[in-house]
């Protein structure tokens, strides 16, 4: 259950006291307040866990200074959404918004290699006017030999790189708690010139531990990535950890299922399921056609598959895309068939508008017809 306040009641107001006394009187109910910073406004609000069953809407919503009460899913109680009018998760971070309504996009190295790469890559998105990127510094790999990232040694000079050329967001995962800690003291050493996305991995999708931690967190969204072999209810199951234990600043990324008919691509694309998460969940939807395809093959007409899976996935509604480039592609140390060329950078934006434009005809489309 979650309660909506007014927007003028915060914390320092008489009514908001008033209301938590009245929500801590209901007996086996757990509150957890959490505020959604607006561009103009925030609005706090109390999602409510246990014994709702008997907790009656009316009654809430006659409390002053509660704007709405909302009922929500009985499995994905903080990030379900039961009706097409429930609000969706919106958050500012490092001055952009991110919501079910917004897009941004996310081109960076799948593993940081070395400092001139990594300038390389800043440099050509500040050229394109694309305030966000990817770097990866744990990584996750099959084999214990492959290069597993240079973890917090390269931090601060990505850090910075990215403060030199106006990179306002970094997508960066974790693959262990202390390495939340590590960003944040890299963070504080440089005078925090950017913000990072902490990103959970399809391999820790069901790292309890792991998610109870990046949820306690406040600092820093999560970019929760599907598992990929687990089913859908797992996964969303798996994203109300994070939101439970305090962080409600959650992306779900789409990234491709294990299967055996996948080939020649690496994994099954699963962007038909944007729709499908924007309507179970409030959650902003992420896809990453990089690790869903894995290879750069290109087709008859002159797009390459990737190409081609990350519009189907824009033109579906997903509000960000995680891509893999690179600026020398056969020299990346992690997934080097499936980075794209910096040099078509360019190329890439221009495809994905054309997703974009479309997406939002289609949706006035639909208000013409319904
Ligand atoms: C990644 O984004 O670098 C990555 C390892 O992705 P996934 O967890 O989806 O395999
Ligand atoms: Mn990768």
């Known amino acids: 259950m979650i309660v909506i306040l007014e927007p003028r009641i ?26 959604i910073e607006g561009p103009k406004e925030t609005i706090h609000e109390f999602y409510l866990s246990g014994k709702t069953d008997k907790v009656s809407v009316e009654s809430l919503e006659a409390l002053p200074g509660v704007s709405k009460v ?14 097409d009018t429930d609000p969706s998760i919106k958050f500012q971070y490092q001055g952009l918004s991110f919501s079910q309504d917004d897009f941004h996009i996310f081109p960076g190295l799948c593993a940081v290699d070395n400092p001139q790469n990594v300038e390389l890559m800043m440099k050509a998105l500040s050229e394109a006017h694309i305030p966000c990127t990817r770097m990866g510094a744990y990584k996750p790999r099959t084999d214990p030999y492959s290069f597993q990232g240079h973890g917090d040694k390269c931090l601060q000079y990505v850090f910075e790189t990215a403060g030199k050329y106006g990179i306002k967001i970094i997508a960066m995962e974790v693959t262990h708690e202390r390495h939340v800690d590590e960003i944040q003291e890299a963070l504080t050493q440089c005078g925090a010139p950017v913000g990072v996305m902490v990103q959970i991995g399809t391999r820790n999708a069901q790292n309890f531990e792991l998610l109870k931690a990046v949820g306690a967190q406040t600092t ?35 990234r491709g299922m294990k299967s055996i008919y996948s080939g020649p691509h690496r994994n099954m694309a699963d962007f038909s399921h944007v729709a499908v998460i924007k309507r179970l969940t409030r959650m902003p939807v992420c896809v990453d056609p990089s690790h869903s395809v894995g290879c750069l093959q290109v087709g008859p007409d002159g797009i390459s598959d990737i190409f081609h899976a990350t519009a189907q996935g824009v033109v579906s509604g997903a509000n960000m895309l995680l891509v893999d480039f690179h600026p020398f592609p056969p020299k990346a140390l992690v997934d080097a068939r499936q980075a794209i060329s910096t040099d078509q950078l360019k190329w ?8 974009r ?4 005809k289609r949706r006035e489309l639909a208000k013409q017809f319904t």
């Open 10 to 35: 915060s914390p320092d107001k008489r009514e908001y006291q008033q209301i938590l006394s009245a929500l801590q009187n209901l007996q086996g109910v757990g509150i957890q307040p959490t505020s």
């Open 70 to 83: 909302i009922r929500t899913s009985k499995a994905y109680r903080i990030l379900g959404r039961n009706t």
């Open 220 to 254: 820093f969204p999560i970019l929760y990535k599907r598992g990929f072999g687990i089913t859908l209810d797992e996964s969303l199951s798996a994203t109300e950890y994070l939101a439970c234990s305090g962080n409600s600043n959650i992306i779900f990324c789409l």
């Open 348 to 355: 890439f934006l221009e495809d994905i508008q054309l997703s």
């Open 357 to 360: 434009e479309t997406y939002l």
